[in-house]
Nanobody, 113 residues
C-alpha cells in the first residue's frame, strides 16, 4: 500500500521558517520524481516545488516561493523535505507530498502574527 505521510506543519509568524517532511512507503521512492503541492482555503491546488528521482538532481520552484523554499530528498531513508524560509501569510495552506500515483493527506501551515 502506498503511503505518503507529511509532518512539520504548524503556526509560524511572518518571516519565520518551517521544515516539512514526507515519509513515503509502498513504492520505490528513489525511482520517482516528487513534488510539494499546496492548497489554501477556498482555492485550488498550487504546485510548489519538484525534485527529480535519484541520479542527477534537478529542483524546480513556483515563482511565488523561489529563493525562499528548498526541496530535498534522502533516497536511503525515504523522506522528502521542504525547507520554507521567509514565510508570508500567503503561504498559509495545507501542504501535500505528491508523486504521479498519489497524494499524502497534507500538513497545515499557517503564517500569522
Amino acid at each position: 500500500e502506498v503511503q505518503l505521510v507529511e509532518s512539520g506543519g504548524g503556526l509560524v509568524q511572518p518571516g519565520g521558517s518551517l521544515r516539512l517532511s514526507c515519509t513515503a512507503s509502498g513504492f520505490t521512492f528513489s525511482s520517482h520524481g516528487m513534488h510539494w503541492v499546496r492548497q489554501a482555503p477556498g482555492e485550488g491546488p498550487e504546485w510548489v516545488s519538484g525534485i527529480t528521482c535519484a541520479g542527477i538532481t534537478i529542483t524546480t520552484f513556483a515563482d511565488s516561493v523561489k529563493r525562499r523554499f528548498i526541496i530535498s530528498r534522502d533516497n536511503v531513508k525515504n523522506p522528502l523535505y521542504l525547507e520554507m524560509n521567509s514565510l508570508k501569510p500567503e503561504d498559509t495552506a495545507v501542504y501535500h507530498c505528491v508523486y504521479e500515483e498519489g497524494w499524502g493527506q497534507g500538513t497545515q501551515v499557517t503564517v500569522s502574527s
